[in-house]
């Protein structure tokens, strides 16, 4: 019931940080498909900007590790726990996507498996907004 919840809060954050994603790139023009950078970062462009960011501030925890999804898991699910600096991050958003998708991820053991784990470090963005928007739209 808890990994359900945990599950269900992580695709509410992920959703969120999409569509606010989507409304800025877009600014809300109908039919005129506008790319960003954003559009092409891949969740292991963002890990090593992560990964850059632990390094920059000693905090000594790597990939893969429990350590690792316990600091992921603190910042998205314990508001009163979150690590200020990186609050701070200029790209704080897509970070935070890539620990949306990490989680997911984990949870589905997608971390385990080589070709599962390229598979995650080499989405987009873009895949992980359209995937969002066929999902909202199945929805209704």
Request: no cysteine.
């Amino acid at each position: 019931m808890k990994k359900r919840y945990i599950f269900s809060i992580i695709l509410v954050v992920l959703s969120l940080s999409l569509f606010y994603l989507y409304n800025n790139e877009y600014n809300n023009k109908p039919n005129k498909v506008i790319k960003s950078s954003e559009d092409d970062m891949t969740m292991g462009d963002i890990e090593e900007i992560f990964q850059k960011y632990l390094d920059e501030n000693n905090i000594n925890i790597k990939f893969g590790t429990t350590k690792y999804l316990d600091y992921i898991t603190t910042q998205m699910l314990e508001p009163e726990n979150i690590d200020k600096k990186l609050e701070k991050h200029p790209q704080y958003e897509l970070i935070g996507i890539y620990f949306s998708e990490y989680i997911v991820a984990n949870q589905n053991e997608e971390l385990n498996n080589p070709l599962s784990l390229l598979r995650f470090k080499n989405k987009t963005i873009a895949q992980i907004r359209n995937m969002n928007i066929v999902n909202d739209t199945q929805k209704k």
